[in-house]
């Protein structure tokens, strides 16, 4: 029997932050910025945080060694037992191990205690990026104990196994198996290593032994070689995994002493600039995503069967391939690409800026190592990668001088080389890849001539203008260097399901939006072979400190929610890449369809990988060609709802069903004695409020009869780049509401019937920087001439309601504003909200009406 046991320690910690001192009872996997992030922003806690427990040893340890294991915990990390200090590790990404032998009591209660911070430090990556630097132990802890001879584990390598298959063909494969022995023994020992392989059906296909003596207090590399004939190779369409039994025996006893396995799996594979990624000898074009590990409620503190559950779904999207942005993963992670068949590029998190110090240099290439070493039996990664748009904040950054920028040049390029060099070192056969942004110094300064391969983070028609601008981009760069593999490593837009609308346009977040992008960047990719592959950004939404946008605190540009519930353009990824029968009503999030009046259609897309589709309700049955995984029909459907059956043909049917409800715009004034009619003034999406499924319909200029605006403008901030503002709005939920608005509108209109109403008005100050003057504190020469005063009043059917309304002096900038009034109407005249200046433009945000 082998003496090794290996026991979580999830449970029964206690914890305290710094800044508080409160103690908690919690278990790990666990964050201490989990609420924080989302809530305060970039003021999120990033200190220092203490966990603690009692460690009962048993006597019968007393001559074991024992270890404890970290498979992830952020950032500085440093770990007591019985107030003895015996390791500290710099690095949030990968795991490590500690020795912790010689402070324990065997037979007594130990305590120990881990103090975790989080802090930002120059010296460690990464300094900024575009994610949480969430703090805690957030991948499990265990307990080791072996025999004093046993396999190393306080390395880099978490003692694992090291199996390299340098030569892989059809016909034969050769692996190496590398394993280090030590002993803590206080005599020498004379011990025998024994491997048994077995192939992926579990059949034991051959048994290699060395005896080799080992002395007290020494350790020991042993390579052992072997050539497998015929092997059962690994990909995406056959995950075939091997698995090696290692054991170390006393020689003279044949007692074991260790044991320890590892799968691996036999592939080759290489790149080419015009005819992309080759793996076992036959081309594959790779599409997957990026993917984050957090999750709503939770941080990045995720349980195994979590991170199980995401690649499986990435799995079951189509994807072959994903890339781990912008850190190593749970071990988890790199276990279910294996199984699932996912290709994997893994990287580490040296991201938008470099520290000219050589700690920052020296924890660079020891995260660089470790993520190798840690993950190096895994057949599903095939490329390491070191950078990510690391110039970024150079570009962004107006304050450098020119000196300053050419030593952050120097160093960058300088530890590019060494990550290059060390990389290599370790793992010669995979491939090496940057990820950059759309910027030409990448090129300037050679730095995109380091790698293998590289990545382009291209965001034309969001970001940058033109969808067609990402396939010229592409052509540009492949002329220009001819002989370097391309890969599209980030692209998307960010996507709100709140908001729905059949007319989509850049940054108004729509999933329609959304789905028009990505259908062009998938068909921009596959006309161009030289583009090996391309990776969405991102898998799920995921929390991001810095981000203002209709969900504040979070990057939207997720193909899922984050909390895992799926956006429209999941299933169209499944239209796209899966080869079984595949049909999806899109939808899920616009199940309510707005009509002008009865004569006009309704638009139903059909996402599937057929030739033609049907679609069919009670009264109608129509077909429609797919095209680029899209059918469109446009149905004439009554006021009501509707079920919708969508079909293929044989020889495979599959088929979907969803129900719609179907309104009619010009019926919403009628209906105001049951239900209240809400508009998302000054823009074109529909609005669903989450918490109670209220819809605002998207606007309308005003016509006789109906409702609308009478005259003013879409508020455009950022040169127009996007409708309203992409600030996040205080005191709502609901900011998409607030960050549109019409400005410079002189009235809003109903023609309802006569009686009582109650008007809601939403309204923001969309400005940062505003007048807080009293208008009427002001001669009206001098008010029009303060720069950025707005005040108007607001009047109802010709009577004051509200007399200069200032809203940034009033509740200030960026606030949501609910302002509710009851008017009546008489006889033909309706209600009519005017809106009248006294500095500046009046603005409105979105309105509600309901019958008294």
Not at 390 to 403: D, V, Y
Not at 423 to 434: E, F, G, I, Q, Y
Not at 716 to 724: E, M
Request: glycine share 6%; aromatic share 10%; with cysteine.
């Amino acid at each position: 029997m082998a003496q090794r046991e290996d026991q979580l320690l999830n449970k029964n910690w206690n914890f305290s932050l710094d800044r508080d001192q409160e103690i908690t009872e919690v278990s790990i996997p666990h964050t201490w910025n989990a609420k924080d992030a989302f809530t305060e922003g970039s003021q999120y806690y990033r200190g220092k945080g203490t966990y603690s427990r009692q460690l009962k040893i048993p006597k019968k340890w007393q001559q074991k060694s024992i270890f404890l294991k970290f498979e992830g915990s952020n950032q500085l990390t440093r770990v007591f037992v019985n107030e003895q200090l015996l390791g500290e590790h710099i690095g949030g990404y990968t795991g490590f191990i500690f020795d912790i032998t010689s402070a324990i009591h065997a037979g007594e209660e130990n305590i120990l205690r881990v103090e975790v911070d989080n802090t930002h430090n120059n010296d460690i990556p990464p300094l900024d990026a575009d994610f949480n630097f969430y703090g805690g132990i957030y991948r499990d802890v265990s307990l080791i104990v072996t025999g004093p001879v046993h396999f190393n584990l306080a390395s880099e390598s978490l003692g694992n196994l090291l199996i390299k298959t340098p030569e892989v063909n059809l016909e034969e494969a050769e692996i190496s198996i590398e394993s280090t022995l030590v002993n803590d023994a206080k005599t020498s020992k004379k011990i025998s290593l024994e491997l048994s392989i077995f192939d992926p059906t579990g059949k034991k296909i051959k048994t290699l032994r060395k005896i080799t003596n080992l002395g007290s207090g020494t350790s020991k590399s042993i390579p052992i070689m072997h050539r497998i004939t015929s092997p059962q190779l690994w990909s995406p369409d056959h995950p075939n995994l091997y698995r090696v039994e290692a054991k170390i025996y006393d020689a003279k006893t044949n007692m074991t002493l260790d044991k320890q396995t590892s799968n691996f799996g036999l592939r080759w594979f290489s790149v080419d600039a015009e005819e992309g990624f080759i793996l076992n000898g036959k081309p594959i074009k790779l599409i997957g995503a990026n993917r984050h590990q957090d999750v709503t409620g939770l941080g990045n503190a995720l349980p195994n069967d979590q991170h199980h559950s995401d690649y499986k779904t990435i799995k079951e999207m189509g994807a072959n391939v994903i890339r781990t942005a912008h850190y190593p993963q749970d071990p988890e992670v790199y276990k279910t690409c294996d199984e699932l068949g996912l290709l994997v590029w893994s990287e580490v998190p040296v991201i938008n800026d470099v520290t000219n110090s050589e700690a920052y240099h020296q924890n660079a290439l020891q995260m660089q190592r470790e993520q190798i070493l840690q993950f190096y039996n895994h057949p599903s990664v095939v490329i390491w990668g070191y950078m990510n748009e690391i110039f970024i904040q150079l570009i962004f950054n107006p304050k450098e001088t020119e000196a300053e920028t050419q030593d952050k040049i120097q160093t960058t390029v300088a530890l590019a080389k060494k990550l290059e060099m060390e990389t290599k070192r370790l793992d010669p056969n995979r491939l090496t890849v940057m990820a950059l942004h759309e910027n030409e110094i990448y090129n300037e300064t050679g730095i995109a001539d380091i790698p293998d391969v590289i990545g382009w983070n291209l965001y034309f028609g969001w970001y940058s203008p033109g969808l067609d601008s990402f396939g010229k981009f592409l052509d540009d760069q492949h002329s220009r260097y001819p002989n370097r593999p391309l890969f599209i490593s980030e692209y998307g837009p960010g996507s709100d399901t709140r908001l729905q609308t059949n007319q989509p346009k850049p940054w108004d977040y729509s999933e329609a939006y959304q789905l028009k992008l990505h259908k062009s960047y998938i068909n921009q990719v596959e006309e161009r072979d030289f583009v090996f592959g391309m990776t969405a950004w991102n898998f799920a939404d995921f929390g991001s400190d810095i981000r203002q946008d209709s969900r504040p605190f979070i990057n939207q540009k997720g193909l899922v929610n984050m909390d895992r519930s799926k956006k429209d353009i999941y299933y169209y990824y499944q239209a796209r890449l899966l080869e079984e029968p595949f049909i999806y009503i899109a939808g899920e999030n616009n199940e309510t369809r707005y009509i002008q009046n009865k004569k006009d259609t309704v638009e139903v897309v059909v996402f599937s990988n057929a030739e033609k589709v049907q679609l069919s309700t009670k009264t109608q049955n129509l077909e429609a060609a797919v095209k680029n995984g899209i059918a469109r029909f446009y149905m004439e459907l009554t006021e009501g709802e509707h079920q919708l059956i969508a079909k293929t043909e044989d020889p495979n049917p599959v088929s979907f069903t969803r129900n719609l409800k179907v309104k009619n715009r010009s019926h919403l004034l009628e209906k105001l004695n049951k239900e209240a009619l809400r508009v998302n003034v000054g823009t074109h999406v529909y609005f669903k409020d989450e918490s109670n499924n209220d819809i605002w319909i998207s606007d309308q200029h005003y016509q006789k009869g109906s409702f609308g605006y009478v005259d003013g403008e879409v508020y455009l901030k950022n040169a127009g780049k996007f409708q309203g503002t992409a600030s996040a709005i205080s005191g709502t939920e609901n900011d998409p509401l607030y960050q549109t608005m019409r400005e410079g509108l002189s009235a809003y209109k109903f023609d309802v019937q006569k009686g009582q109403y109650k008007i809601t008005l939403l309204l923001t100050e969309p400005e940062y920087n505003v007048s807080t003057e009293n208008i009427y504190n002001l001669n009206e020469v001098r008010a029009k001439a303060i720069e950025g005063l707005r005040s108007f009043d607001i009047s109802i059917n010709n009577t004051l309601y509200k007399k200069d309304l200032n809203l940034a002096r009033d509740y200030g900038p960026l606030k949501a504003v609910k302002l509710s009034f009851e008017a009546e109407a008489r006889n033909d005249e309706g209600i009519n909200i005017q809106f009248s200046p006294n500095a500046g433009k009046a603005l409105l945000s979105g309105i509600q009406i309901e019958k008294l």
